[in-house]
């Protein structure tokens, strides 16, 4: 079964700086890697997907990379802003399986709060 | 496109009563999600469709709660009767295969059983 950790669950920083969270999980035969961003009282935003094939993706501030061997995904945010904090999830879809292929295992999240 | 459209947005309902929460996908999208997102247990995946056909529904939680989806532009999760642990955010999503699976949430449904 897939498991979907992510560490820490609470982070703060100030504003300007670079920072990294971490997604570890425990199968590789994943399909895709998606990280979404969610803000307090509203739903999911999805932020970047990564294909199996790939290593990085990058959308403006964002990139993600995925190191299947190490069972790994980061989600690095240059030059952090206050409006940056949200809380941060990963979530994987596994190789297709017969009924399998569309799922999204997630993990718990990080809440990031961004100081001015 | 709006994107994913839950309504309502809040619901506040006695234990007891029936509760109906609709969604409606993504226009083209052949794959519907429900979630529910508590605290204690984070996000959970209820039950989803393919072609509106329900393909898992192993996270529904009990008997109680039903799901349907009688077309490709709506779908609806019932639960009843309600009961206070039934309280929290339901999510509707979608995605479509060409588009590799990338799921896209709507707003939610705050859920209070009182």
């Known amino acids: 079964k897939q498991e979907v950790t992510q560490i820490p669950a609470a982070l703060s920083v100030p504003e300007g700086e670079n920072l990294v969270l971490n997604c570890s999980f425990t199968d590789s035969a994943i399909y895709n890697l998606q990280w979404f961003r969610q803000d307090p009282g509203k739903g999911l935003t999805s932020l970047l997907l990564?294909?199996?094939?790939?290593r990085e993706q990058t959308s403006g501030r964002l990139n993600a990379s995925l190191d299947k061997s190490s069972g790994r995904s980061t989600l690095y945010i240059a030059a952090s802003q206050p409006g940056d904090s949200a809380t941060y999830l990963c979530a994987l879809r596994r190789t297709f399986r017969a009924g399998s292929a569309r799922q999204l295992t997630f993990g718990s999240g990080t809440q990031l709060t961004v100081l001015p | 496109d709006a994107g994913v459209i839950q309504s309502p947005r809040h619901e506040v309902t006695e234990m007891g009563q029936e509760v109906t929460l609709r969604c409606k996908p993504i226009?083209?999208?052949?794959?519907l999600f429900w979630y529910r997102q508590t605290m204690m247990r984070g996000l959970e995946l209820l039950i989803y469709f393919n072609n509106n056909v329900p393909i898992d529904d192993s996270g529904m939680p009990e008997d109680r709660f039903s799901a349907k989806m009688p077309n490709a532009s709506f779908s609806t999760l019932k639960i009843q009767p309600s009961e206070p642990r039934d309280s929290a955010v339901y999510f509707c999503?979608?995605?479509?295969?060409?588009?590799?699976?990338?799921?896209?949430f709507g707003p939610g449904t705050r859920l209070t059983v009182t």
């Open positions: 226009s083209g999208h052949n794959s």
């Open positions: 999503a979608s995605s479509l295969v060409e588009h590799n699976y990338e799921q896209y």
């Open positions: 990564i294909q199996s094939s790939q």
